[in-house]
């Protein structure tokens, strides 16, 4: 279930919703006027997240080699490789 928070919490609470976000590694919605304004996670949330999203593009620009044919073989992929170790 999120964690929601008002503006005036983040700025009157900012010790508990930091210690909020390390907790539960996971983003505190802020609200401004009672309506949502901001999603608030700790930087190491924030880098999983990002890793995650890095991780799925690399798989989505293979499935698009893939359909593109862009494709060999595994023996041939480990003969470059090592014939490139041997330079």
Do not use: Q, W
Request: aromatic fraction near 8%; hydrophobic fraction near 35%.
């Amino acid at each position: 279930m999120p964690n929601i928070r008002s503006s005036a919490d983040l700025r009157n609470g900012y010790n508990e919703i930091s210690n909020l976000c390390h907790k539960y590694n996971e983003p505190v919605f802020i609200t401004k006027n009672g309506k949502g304004d901001l999603a608030v996670m700790s930087v190491e949330a924030y880098e999983a997240l990002m890793g995650r999203f890095e991780l799925y593009n690399l798989i989505h620009e293979g499935i698009e080699d893939i359909d593109a044919g862009k494709v060999r073989t595994f023996s041939d992929a480990m003969s470059d490789i090592k014939a490139r170790r041997k330079r």
